[in-house]
């Protein structure tokens, strides 16, 4: 031990000095940050030795941007959002920053190789779905992009949950993803905020004015915890702040004396709560109200921390709105509105009018959902009791909005009530999403199709109040993760022929188009693809003793569990081909690995069926003899981002088959393609516009379109009509009710039938299931010509650009955060 110390013990300080090596960078970590000696260090010893190594690496940035930031005081965008999945973060750092081959080295020096080393790192639990990964994915591209970019959310302890499968049934567990630590975060002990709540709200005159007071309220402390967002190829490190709840309250210790020993750490326990969980089950009142507590909490924090910073530069109010910029990632931080407000006004003692004609210029707000449910809306009672002045905030808003929309559209009474901020029917309720819309200077979607949707239905009223307000801007992913991190072969291989330009910028994957007719290029491409599906081949033994042949096509469908997206229609075609191949009906077939993954909501009990249900299946399908290898069904437990990594560069098959006119966007259609994948889809979301780049003879379309949705439905859609006139639907249909997949208990899946045939079939999931069946034909037949379908995912490859992060980015720089005119 001595030895190495004296060997080791000068390169802590100087880390990236070009002269040391990685490996003696890894043996001073070892023994001075994790005090162990190379021969008895652990898997996870060396996995936190590599992490403090390549974070000393991201710090020197980062201390040299924050310093810059504070020089030369730039227009900044915090970008509040109650998800950031930003997956694991070593092999992202060492890649953005350009030392992933320099520790390579150094590890397969001292033995080990980077591969088993970044399997010890546990994904950062801060989210469940697309929002967060669209989060993370504009985080990176602002970094590279050297945009002075922040981003504000929650530190949860337990995440969503830790999913496993048992007897086919989603089981949620804690999530414990901080048990060992997590290297990349800083904690911030000085950045500490007070957040209220309850209490009440009383009136002071003071002189010709009125002032309100919140008080007697209950506090809760929101700590900050910094982690670094490193931009690719460039000296950019941004930051992310996520906020741990605290205590106000100390641990009662006469209590505790006493022998109430709950009592003791009652208080401590309900305030910490707050950060706990991601999304708690909102079944019940208490859950409801703990997520509206999860999101004043996080806003709070952020907008006094963003105050804060601004006045450590400006006395003069008037300059907020050119130095700040609050993008609301859907409509879970919409409180920030009513925040920005209370804290201008009865915090900083600022004018009404003025406060508003500040707070109107700094928000900007990126809708997620068509769905009105998903809207956020909450009680009444609830608000006036957990934000007593927030709830007479908005009031004045809405009071002030409406007199506007009642003098520019006198008389229009119903338009008025639409648009309320206040709902009064069926109880009076909070409407957050008319809340951002109304405090914000623009409102994008996130796919051209949905922002045009949003504009027609369900902001249509807005949009004729403020035309000018909307806007577009397509969502994107960034190719540093999902490309270059996550399919590092096919990454090489695209490096060969065109260079390395197209990580900065995707559209330089054009240059790829000819290569579709090379011969040798498809051959090459195919050997990524299959060393790809073997990986994930091998992991799907080792989770769950399945083999599955990697010369089937990999059928992919990986995303949160939800009746829109339709995984349902999916089981009802693996159904429908396992019927066929047994009674040797399957004349196009080719063996095909049908490959689910996803979360449902702990209170979603239709989504848990549904995941049981394609587990039943499987479990009957994979036993069956008789079709063997022909058909495989899995379903991939706890999707995450590291499982994302695996599956997108091993899919064939990219499965968005949404109900037209019900996903915003989707970003797993765009992952897909870009590793080379071809898309079975309906024309929803960003499908549209990936048709619209690689061609309609490079994807396979089905279904209704959006519009003839709302025909179908508005002529009177019977489901049984296509139950009793489709053979094949009724048999699979047939077979679910009737007990095949589950005959221990024959009744299992009766609310799945009534909810296809007796309940309306919301998703027209029967509509559109001839079409589905017809267009997966297609894709059999397609998938015998191996040389066509490789030229066809090549080209996807190809006609990718479009859908970076960054050009998303650029979009909202360019025209909503207006950065290019400062």
């Keep these: 031990m001595e030895q190495i110390m004296s060997k080791t013990k000068s390169t802590i300080t100087n880390i990236s000095n070009a002269k040391t090596s990685a490996k003696k960078a890894l043996q001073s970590h070892l023994v001075y940050s994790i005090f162990k000696t190379e021969q008895v260090a652990t898997p996870r010893d060396w996995y936190s030795t590599t992490a403090y190594t390549v974070r000393d690496h991201v710090i020197e940035r980062w201390v040299k941007t924050v310093e810059r930031y504070a020089e030369e005081d730039p227009k900044r965008i915090y970008y509040l959002s109650l998800e950031f999945l930003i997956g694991r973060m070593l092999s992202n750092a060492s890649l953005n920053l350009g030392v992933d081959t320099e520790i390579k080295k150094g590890l397969n020096a001292l033995g080990h190789k980077i591969e088993n080393v970044v399997e010890w790192e546990h994904d950062a639990a801060l989210g469940n779905g697309g929002l967060g990964r669209l989060a993370a994915c504009f985080l990176d591209s602002m970094a590279t992009m050297d945009i002075p970019g922040m981003g504000y959310g929650i530190r949860y302890e337990y995440g969503m949950f830790r999913q496993s499968i048992d007897n086919g ?12 630590g997590n290297i990349w975060e800083f904690q911030r002990p000085a950045s500490i905020y007070t957040v209220n709540f309850y209490g009440r709200v009383v009136e002071f005159e ?10 007697d309220a209950d506090s809760v402390v929101a700590m900050a915890y910094d982690v670094p967002i490193p931009g690719y190829a460039t000296q950019t490190v941004n930051t992310l702040r996520l906020w741990s709840a605290k205590s106000a309250k100390e641990f009662n210790l006469n209590q505790f004396n006493d022998g109430n020993y709950e009592l003791a750490v009652e208080g401590r326990n309900a305030s910490e709560s707050i950060s ?28 006094q921390d963003i105050l804060h910073r601004f006045l450590l530069k400006h006395d003069d109010w008037t300059k907020l709105p050119d130095k700040i910029v609050i993008q609301l990632n859907d409509t879970h931080p919409s409180i920030a509105v009513a925040e920005m407000m209370y804290q201008l006004v009865d915090i900083h003692r600022l004018d009404w009018d003025f406060a508003w004609s500040l707070a109107e210029k700094i928000f900007a707000y990126t809708n997620h959902t068509l769905m009105p449910e998903a809207l956020e809306t909450w009680s009444f009672d609830l608000f006036n009791t957990l934000l007593p002045r927030h709830l007479a905030i908005i009031l004045r808003i809405n009071h002030t909005f409406l007199e506007k929309v009642n003098h520019q559209f006198p008389g229009d009474s119903d338009l008025l009530r639409r648009v309320s901020i206040i709902d009064e029917t069926n109880g009076r309720s909070v409407r957050m999403a008319h809340l951002a819309v109304i405090g914000s200077f623009k409102v994008n979607g996130v ?28 969502n994107g992913i960034t190719p540093r993760r999902w490309l270059n991190q996550c399919n590092p072969e096919l990454t090489l291989l695209i490096e060969k022929v065109i260079g390395k330009k197209f990580q900065r910028d995707l559209d330089k994957l054009r240059l790829l188009t000819p290569l579709a007719e090379d011969a040798q290029f498809r051959k090459a491409f195919r050997k990524v693809k299959h060393k790809n599906k073997v990986k994930l081949a091998n992991k799907i033994e080792e989770l769950m003793g399945i083999k599955i042949n990697p010369n089937s096509m990999f059928d992919i469908q990986i995303k949160r569990i939800h009746e829109y997206k339709r995984q349902l229609l999916n089981i009802l075609h693996v159904i429908t081909l396992y019927n066929r191949i047994r009674k040797g009906q399957a004349k196009n077939a080719v063996p095909r690995v049908v490959i689910f993954g996803g979360k449902a909501a702990p209170g979603y009990w239709m989504a848990k069926l549904i995941i049981r249900l394609i587990n039943d299946v499987a479990a009957i399908i994979n036993e069956d003899l ?16 590291s499982a994302a990594e695996l599956l997108f560069p091993a899919s064939d098959l990219s499965e968005q088959i949404s109900t037209a006119g019900t996903e915003a966007s989707g970003t797993g259609n765009m992952k897909m393609a870009l590793n080379g994948a071809l898309t079975i889809g309906t024309l929803d979301g960003a499908n549209v516009e990936i048709m619209q780049e690689v061609g309609d003879e490079n994807i396979f379309i089905f279904g209704l379109k959006a519009d003839e949705v709302s025909v179908t439905k508005s002529n009177g859609y019977n489901p049984w009509d296509y139950y009793n006139s489709n053979p094949e639907l009724k048999e699979t249909l ?9 005959i221990e208990e024959p009744g299992r899946y009766q609310a799945i039938f009534d909810n296809l045939l007796n309940k309306g079939d919301q998703y027209l999931l029967l509509a559109d299931y001839a079409s589905y069946i017809q267009t997966q034909e297609h894709v059999s037949g397609l998938y015998k010509d191996k040389e066509e379908w490789s030229r066809r995912a090549i080209l996807n490859v190809a006609r990718m650009g479009k859908f ?10 360019d025209n909503i955060w207006k950065l290019d005119s400062d």
Excluded: C
């Design 804 to 813: 970076s992060s960054d050009r998303s980015i650029r979009e909202y720089a």
């Design 734 to 742: 047939d077979m679910i009710t009737s007990g095949y997949f589950s």
């Design 626 to 641: 008789a079709v063997g290898d022909q058909l495989k069904v899995i379903f991939y437990p706890n999707y995450d981002v």
């Design 276 to 303: 706990k969980v991601l999304y708690p089950n909102d079944a019940s009142a208490s859950g409801r109200e703990l997520r509206l507590k999860q999101q004043y909490f996080f806003v709070s924090a952020s907008i």
């Design 206 to 215: 003071n002189g010709s004015s009125i002032e309100s007071h919140w008080i």
């Design 447 to 474: 796919a051209a199709l949905h922002s045009d949707l949003l504009k027609k239905t369900l902001f249509a009223d807005f949009h004729r109040i403020f035309p000018n307000k909307f806007a577009n801007v397509t």
């Design 169 to 180: 049934q989603q089981i949620e567990n804690p999530d414990n993803w901080l048990r060992y």
